[in-house]
């Protein structure tokens, strides 16, 4: 990695770097304690597998790794270690690993005891497919009865766990190579972890349909153990191998073309008076579309609606009032009000988008759905109160809860839904392996909706609220956190890189409107009053979303990438002619060619190439 670190993630604290072992073609990297990025030949075969240890808000815990001890001689490798938890109180939780690795196995085993009794949302081993190529694909499945099901991982999106009750999975890695992954000591099910942008499919401990939090009870240990078994059935002889990181990333421009989004930022109430002194940033960003958030339930009121009023009458472009309806009385009722509440303030805006303020928190499988009206009621009532004014709905959380309760679209003139980076990981390599998630989950949002106007956000890497928990996580600290309301890497060439990423893996979506972030405060394009020295400076983000608000409505073409987990473009054709907009999504510099240009890309560097010469 080059460049300084401050610049790159907001943050001068550096990632624990990976230990790789290998054993022969087999391969892991070692991250504090657990395995990432597990290869054969190459290959990546599994994504990860991680011991975790979750909180009654479904937060992980950071243990303390003690006595470790590695060794590693390239064709086995061993390693153990104890784990400590510190829970609640004086709650403690002691775990003792040991992973062993040999050419065509990897064996990674866990005991886990208390002495005070542990409460936890799920205590075991977390297994990680990787999506790239498995989408669709055949795999087989052993359940904890011993029958075996021959099936296939899914293409589009399941809301709800594709296989159950499972004992062991295998699947076709690359020609000639199986792999089956064995889970011992609990019955383990998995689900499709890109509801939630993660790129796996996650096979976790403990099934969701039983209770949690639920208590490890003291003195009594709990065991498990996950095998790896490869299979490589090829003739004896030189195999090619995945290339390697260093070759240079070439570019070529494709077929599919379509329009730019309109791209919006999003102004809560708290922040309406900091966007209002920023009007010359606001200007000079030009977004199409303001979305306004409305959250009566928060005690947001007319007044909150008089700011939105000012601001929207200093922008040329299209504003949508977004509203978090509490439905604790008749929608007809609540809407009849805010409806009110807009015309004293002065308001109109040109669309309004609208879900009941329950649907922000996750029903998980087997949970009870939370009491709320009927979607047809609460459209209805938009409908008549708003009048002449574009209802649309979704989900003011992520695509995870529109998947799960698909509203009517019948009576809405878009869908929208939001996502975020930070759910279940928030290191740098998980944040952005969530870029290859987005085309399935704007896929998976088409074979539903079809070709309803489509917007998608705000979508941030800090988490604005927390469907699945009580509550979003402070980060006083700065670190990397997942769950957590303020990311540092907000603050960096981190996020610029992810914005355009995003918008880029999003491009084939045709969508109405994306917005990823707000204009201020921790979401926003502005650094803020509690960031000493920089008060009112642009974020790196700041370009990257000028930039994306410049090119909407005009073509963009797709570029194909040979190794898009690391570097992501697209074309466009417009006023300044025709440009290559490219981006490196890793923290390596990386060398790229299209067709006779050539150029050297920093870490999470961007550029603009003119393609008109």
């Given at each position: 990695m080059t460049g300084d670190p401050f610049?790159?993630?907001g943050t001068r604290d550096a990632e624990t770097t990976p230990v790789r072992l290998s054993a022969k073609k087999l391969e892991v990297d070692l991250v504090d304690g657990n395995l990432r990025t597990i290869r054969y030949d190459g290959t990546e075969v599994l994504r990860a597998v991680s011991y975790l240890v979750r909180d009654r808000d479904w937060g992980t815990y950071s243990p303390?790794?003690?006595?470790?001890?590695?060794?590693?001689?390239g064709g086995a490798f061993e390693v153990t270690y104890r784990a400590r938890c510190r829970g609640p109180g004086d709650t403690g939780l002691v775990v003792d690993v040991r992973i062993v690795g040999q050419s065509d196995r990897l064996d990674f085993e866990a005991e886990a005891a208390s002495e005070t009794g542990f409460e936890t949302n799920r205590c075991g081993f977390c297994i990680l497919h990787p999506i790239v190529g498995l989408g669709g694909a055949p795999a087989t499945v052993e359940h904890v009865d011993g029958a075996t099901e021959v099936t296939r991982f899914p293409d589009l999106i399941e809301p709800w766990q594709p296989f159950k009750d499972m004992r062991a999975i295998t699947h076709v890695a690359m020609p000639g190579i199986s792999a089956e992954c064995r889970m011992e000591g609990d019955t383990f099910e998995m689900e499709d972890q890109r509801n939630w942008s993660d790129a796996s499919y996650k096979t976790y401990v403990r099934p969701l349909a039983l209770p949690w939090p639920y208590q490890i009870p003291a003195g009594q240990p709990v065991r498990q153990k996950i095998s790896l078994i490869i299979k490589d059935s090829r003739p004896v002889g030189r195999h090619p191998t995945a290339g390697a990181s260093a070759e240079v990333v070439k570019l070529h421009l494709g077929g599919r073309t379509g329009a730019m989004p309109a791209i919006g930022l999003i102004i809560t109430p708290e922040e309406?008076?900091?966007?209002?002194?920023?009007?010359?940033?606001?200007?000079?960003?030009?977004?199409?579309?303001?979305?306004?958030?409305?959250?009566?339930?928060?005690?947001?009121?007319?007044?909150?609606?008089?700011?939105?009023?000012d601001i929207a009458a200093t922008h040329p472009g299209r504003s949508t009032l977004e509203i978090a309806l509490p439905c604790r009385q008749a929608p007809a009722d609540e809407t009849a009000t805010i409806a009110r509440d807009m015309r004293s303030a002065g308001f109109r805006p040109d669309a309004i988008m609208i879900s009941p303020s329950v649907d922000r928190q996750s029903t998980p499988p087997g949970s009870k759905w939370p009491d709320c009206p009927p979607l047809e009621e609460v459209y209805a009532a938009a409908h008549a109160a708003f009048a002449g004014i574009r209802i649309g709905g979704g989900m003011l959380s992520y695509f995870t809860e529109l998947n799960r309760k698909r509203v009517p679209e019948g009576q809405l003139a878009f869908i929208s839904h939001c996502t975020n980076p930070i759910v279940h990981a928030a290191d740098d390599l998980s944040v952005m392996q969530t870029l290859e998630a987005l085309p399935f989950i704007t896929r998976s949002v088409r074979a539903i909706y079809g070709d309803k106007p489509y917007r998608i956000g705000p979508s941030t890497i800090p988490m604005r609220q927390n469907p699945y928990g009580s509550r979003t996580m402070e980060n006083p600290s700065g670190g990397r956190i997942p769950m957590a309301n303020r990311d540092p890497r907000h603050n960096g060439q981190f996020a610029a890189a992810f914005a355009l990423a995003y918008a880029t893996s999003v491009l084939d979506a045709d969508l109405e409107c994306l917005t990823l972030s707000a204009l201020t405060g921790p979401f926003g394009l502005i650094a803020g009053a509690d960031e000493p020295g920089r008060k009112g400076d642009p974020r790196p983000l700041f370009g990257a979303v000028r930039t994306l608000a410049a090119l909407a409505g005009t073509e963009w073409q797709e570029c194909i990438s040979s190794s898009p987990s690391r570097v992501l473009a697209f074309a466009s054709i417009g006023p300044a002619g025709s440009q290559l907009h490219v981006v490196n999504v890793t923290s390596n510099e990386q060398a790229v060619e299209c067709g006779g240009l050539k150029l050297g890309l920093p870490p999470f560097g961007t550029a603009i190439l003119s393609l008109s010469d």
């Open positions: 610049l790159l993630y303390e790794i003690e006595d470790l001890a590695i060794e590693h001689d309406a008076e900091a966007c209002l002194s920023a009007q010359r940033f606001l200007a000079e960003i030009a977004p199409q579309e303001l979305l306004f958030h409305f959250d009566p339930g928060a005690g947001h009121g007319v007044e909150a609606l008089r700011r939105f009023a």
